[in-house]
């Protein structure tokens, strides 16, 4: 039996140098240091505006009209929702029918406007900010204008305005005539 004993303790002492003895795990990588330059700044471009086959298709431009009197003169005026002026209808105190849009475009001289059923291109005088023409309150366009099957737009070089008809342009058409 000792014999016995003595090959059990010569496997043992095998069998144990046949298990790699025990190391301490390799210390984690430290983190690399942050960049000391400016951050990356993402600018995203806008998407471009889409194109309608038909510029009535074309959702209206936000905001809305308000109409106002002045020393005799009548205005409707359509203005965006941080309040920015953006169009005027005015008659004025001779009932001169005048259209302005704003435009920062100083070479811009002509005003182009579409209704549902008329087109047609005025010269216009830039002046402080706006581009406006003229026109005589009894004209037919106006009409077009106020009755443009919702909307109607007015363009200046490579802006234009998709503006809802609603009563004010009327209002201020009907105090012309």
Not at 150 to 157: N, S
């Amino acid at each position: 039996m000792r014999c016995s004993r003595g090959i059990g303790a010569l496997m043992v002492l095998a069998l144990a140098g046949c298990i790699p003895p025990t190391t301490e795990a390799p210390p984690a990588p430290s983190p690399s240091p942050l960049p000391t330059s400016q951050p990356v700044v993402v600018i995203e471009t806008p998407p471009p505006a889409p194109v309608y086959a038909n510029w009535i298709d074309a959702p209206a431009t936000a905001g809305d009209w308000r109409w106002r009197s002045n020393a005799g003169e009548s205005f409707a005026e359509f203005s965006s929702p941080s309040g920015q002026l953006l169009f005027q209808l005015n008659c004025t105190v001779d009932r001169d029918m005048v259209l302005a849009m704003t435009s920062s475009n100083t070479s811009a001289d002509r005003l182009q406007l579409r209704t549902e059923t008329l087109e047609r291109t005025l010269a216009a005088a830039a002046r402080e900010g706006w581009l406006e023409t003229r026109l005589d309150p009894a004209d037919p366009f106006l009409d077009a204008m106020a009755f443009s099957r919702g909307r109607f737009m007015v363009e200046a070089g490579a802006r234009a305005l998709f503006l809802p008809a609603y009563p004010e342009i009327t209002r201020v058409i009907e105090d012309c005539r």
